[in-house]
């Protein structure tokens, strides 16, 4: 199973709705969870803000098992194209891990205990996005992985 694991709500309808309409692409080839973790408000005050990361970064881990295979979107991974990302899923599923996580952060981001437990860092762009953003991004990377995984034309 693919879990998509974010911390955040989605706000907007019609990003909600572009996100279901992938996760319902991905379905035939794969069971998905779209799994949304709570997220705490952040201030100027530093030492609260590592706060909120910890705290954030500990419900992620929670949710996470032993024999998965972690992918944390992080902006120090590595930059990887839509076929060497659907040739590290096909690899995650040949070694049969009970899930592929797909980890999305909080705004702050994530402590180090995530970055360590992380089988792979992507660094989906050099540019940032919102959050809820990523979610769909990811989505729509996972649904082209499977039809590339397919040689369907969908991805050229």
Do not use: C
Request: proline share 2%; glycine share 4%.
């Amino acid at each position: 199973m693919i879990r998509l694991i974010s911390v955040g709500k989605i706000k907007e309808s019609h990003l909600d709705a572009l996100i279901d309409d992938y996760r319902k692409r991905i379905e035939p080839y794969s069971k998905i969870e779209l799994v949304t973790l709570k997220d705490f408000a952040t201030s100027d005050d530093e030492a609260m803000n590592a706060q909120v990361i910890d705290t954030e970064s500990k419900s992620i881990l929670d949710k996470i098992q032993n024999d998965d295979y972690v992918i944390l979107l992080d902006l120090q991974g590595i930059l990887i194209d839509s076929i060497e990302l659907s040739e590290r899923l096909q690899k995650a599923f040949n070694r049969s891990f009970k899930n592929i996580d797909f980890i999305i952060g909080g705004s702050l981001g994530v402590n180090d205990a995530v970055r360590q437990r992380a089988d792979l860092r992507w660094k989906l762009s050099a540019n940032t996005f919102p959050h809820q953003i990523v979610r769909l991004l990811v989505l729509e990377q996972i649904y082209r992985s499977f039809r590339i995984l397919n040689n369907h034309p969908y991805h050229k």
